[in-house]
């Protein structure tokens, strides 16, 4: 791992910009802050993102658990994580006019730059949009963080962009853990499958409840793999959105999922149609 950044001074934060950190899109944006730059109790993870084609560096189990959710949403297409809002004396002004103290570095008492946890580029019915999110635990939001807070929604209020938070619950935790069991063999590696394995295997699945291990046996010898990518085909269909399951169980868990639908449009792609 690379080491940390010295973030404590408005020479450290020049340096910072001029390494093009917290500066732009897709697989060329750099974050911020990285684990490496953070001490921080929670618990931190680096995921390669399969939309972005890079790393994300997440700082909490929070962010991770918004992460997986955000990633897996068909309208998102670019994820930025701990955003930084530039130019400083923005948000400084903001403070003052809010009468708030703006957060300062420990220990240097040098303002400090703000971040926003994720910023998400949206494109619906060809219309490009974007989406703020502060990502905080609920029992975590005390005064000063809900101070902090504010003067995060007025200066996204001023560019004209949506704020929201996301404190997380048992059905996200849920659904997130999912998405990442189902996405993970394809974040280490690339792995994909013929259209013809994918074409038999979406012609057997049909909406319906399915037993794991039964449903992955009868795919083996379909699509003529090895043990292992019956179970892997399961998680590329998940993955891939060729079937939707609901995902407010854990498959884990439970050995089984529901298939709510059969992407039809994908299905037919892969049937060459």
């Not at 399969?50 to 068909?74: M, N, P």
């Not at 295997?201 to 992955?216: D, R, S, V, Y």
Request: aromatic share 10%; proline share 4%; charged share 25%.
């Amino acid at each position: 791992m690379a080491r940390g950044r010295k973030l404590e001074s408005f020479g450290d934060f020049n340096r910072s910009l001029t390494n093009k950190y917290g500066i732009g899109e897709g697989s060329d944006y750099k974050p911020w802050l990285r684990v490496q730059d953070v001490k921080s109790n929670g618990t931190k993870s680096q995921v390669w993102g399969r939309k972005t084609g890079r790393v994300h560096h997440l700082l909490s189990s929070i962010e991770s658990q918004f992460f997986y959710l955000a990633e897996f949403s068909d309208s998102v297409i670019d994820i930025r994580e701990q955003f930084p809002l530039l130019p400083l004396n923005v948000s400084q002004k903001i403070a003052a006019t809010l009468g708030i103290e703006h957060p300062k570095v420990p220990y240097t008492g040098v303002p400090n730059i703000m971040t926003t946890d994720f910023l998400l580029t949206c494109r619906k019915e060809g219309r490009i949009f974007y989406k703020a999110i502060s990502v905080k635990p609920e029992d975590g939001i005390n005064q000063r963080v809900a101070e902090k807070l504010d003067i995060e929604r007025v200066w996204w209020e001023l560019l004209g962009v949506e704020f929201n938070f996301f404190t997380g619950n048992e059905l996200t935790k849920t659904q997130s853990s999912n998405i990442q069991w189902a996405t993970s063999p394809f974040r280490s590696g690339v792995q994909t499958y013929t259209d013809s394995q994918i074409q038999i295997a979406l012609a057997m699945i049909e909406p319906g409840k399915h037993l794991l291990p039964a449903l992955c046996g009868k795919l083996v010898p379909l699509i003529q793999g090895r043990s292992e990518d019956g179970l892997n085909m399961v998680r590329y269909l998940i993955a891939n959105r060729f079937i939707d399951i609901d995902l407010s169980y854990s498959v884990e868990a439970n050995g089984g999922f529901e298939v709510l639908s059969v992407n039809v449009d994908k299905r037919q792609i892969s049937n060459g149609d």
